[in-house]
């Protein structure tokens, strides 16, 4: 049964990122952003391209893609399972104990707000441009092998793998709630550290994309720290924790 609810979101999540790459600007229903995609840094602009097939550089991405199909069958591989799904609930969920505290709309409305209203920012606006110029295959087509979830398999099949938009947003979301609540900054830059490596477990991207989703994630939290909406709501989830913290 839960695996049946996760094939659901699943589902809805690889819809909504694959519908992104077709919109002029934001490509959800939701209205979680706060920039727009020419505010945010040009990802084609700014990254190197994905390696190429002879390359020393996918060699090393042959070997982690190896290396995370060896973990599929343990803890981490379940970890990976659970780290693909993006909806705002779950995202909450899968940094709430990292953070020390849970964050849900009920009891921290205002760090839930921060996060879920720049997640897209991250994980649609900063990979699109070089998600559509270079339309990388993701490792599972590439090696004609199965995931960890066939359901996604045929969505995402044709959405470009280069950057990882799920590390960008991970890795946005890390910095941002470090930033709320610096006394644990080890275990929150870990928990988005490790949702960018279950998306290399899981065979949906390379090593190299999931780096590469960092790198425009961080460009991502800078432009953002210059957007009034979003210093106002940091404002006040600093101040929500800061209340909790008490």
């Given at each position: 049964?839960k695996?049946?609810?996760?094939s659901?979101?699943?589902?809805l999540?690889a819809?909504i990122?694959a519908?992104?790459?077709?919109?002029k600007d934001?490509?959800?229903?939701?209205?979680?952003y706060?920039l727009?995609?020419?505010?945010?840094?040009d990802s084609?602009?700014?990254?190197?391209?994905p390696?190429?097939?002879?390359?020393?550089?996918?060699?090393?991405?042959?070997?982690?893609y190896e290396r995370?199909k060896?973990l599929?069958?343990?803890p981490?591989?379940?970890?990976?399972?659970?780290?693909?799904?993006?909806?705002?609930d779950?995202l909450a969920?899968?940094?709430s104990?990292?953070f020390?505290?849970?964050?849900?709309l009920?009891?921290?409305?205002e760090?839930?707000t921060?996060?879920?209203?720049?997640?897209?920012d991250?994980?649609d606006l900063?990979?699109?441009?070089?998600?559509?110029?270079?339309?990388?295959k993701r490792?599972?087509?590439?090696?004609n092998?199965?995931?960890?979830?066939?359901?996604?398999?045929k969505?995402?099949a044709n959405?470009g793998?280069?950057?990882?938009?799920?590390t960008a947003m991970?890795?946005?979301?890390?910095?941002?709630?470090?930033?709320v609540?610096?006394?644990?900054?080890d275990?929150i830059?870990?928990?988005?550290?490790?949702m960018?490596?279950s998306?290399?477990?899981?065979g949906?991207?390379?090593?190299?994309d999931?780096?590469a989703?960092?790198?425009?994630?961080?460009?991502?939290?800078?432009?953002?720290?210059?957007?009034?909406?979003?210093?106002?709501?940091?404002?006040?989830a600093?101040?929500?924790?800061?209340?909790?913290s008490?």
């Amino acid at each position: 049964m839960k695996l049946r609810r996760f094939s659901v979101v699943l589902l809805l999540s690889a819809a909504i990122c694959a519908s992104a790459q077709n919109n002029k600007d934001h490509g959800t229903d939701i209205p979680n952003y706060y920039l727009t995609i020419d505010e945010v840094a040009d990802s084609y602009k700014l990254l190197p391209p994905p390696p190429t097939e002879n390359s020393a550089h996918f060699a090393y991405d042959k070997e982690q893609y190896e290396r995370g199909k060896a973990l599929r069958n343990t803890p981490r591989g379940e970890r990976a399972i659970k780290d693909a799904l993006w909806g705002n609930d779950y995202l909450a969920e899968d940094f709430s104990e990292a953070f020390g505290t849970e964050i849900s709309l009920e009891k921290t409305p205002e760090i839930f707000t921060l996060i879920v209203h720049m997640k897209e920012d991250a994980g649609d606006l900063s990979t699109r441009h070089a998600k559509k110029h270079y339309m990388r295959k993701r490792p599972f087509a590439y090696f004609n092998e199965p995931t960890q979830l066939p359901e996604e398999e045929k969505i995402l099949a044709n959405n470009g793998s280069f950057p990882s938009g799920h590390t960008a947003m991970g890795w946005a979301v890390a910095l941002v709630l470090a930033e709320v609540n610096p006394d644990r900054q080890d275990e929150i830059l870990k928990r988005g550290y490790d949702m960018g490596q279950s998306r290399v477990i899981s065979g949906f991207h390379y090593q190299s994309d999931v780096d590469a989703g960092r790198i425009v994630a961080a460009g991502v939290v800078a432009r953002l720290h210059t957007n009034k909406a979003f210093c106002k709501q940091l404002k006040k989830a600093k101040k929500e924790f800061k209340k909790l913290s008490k």
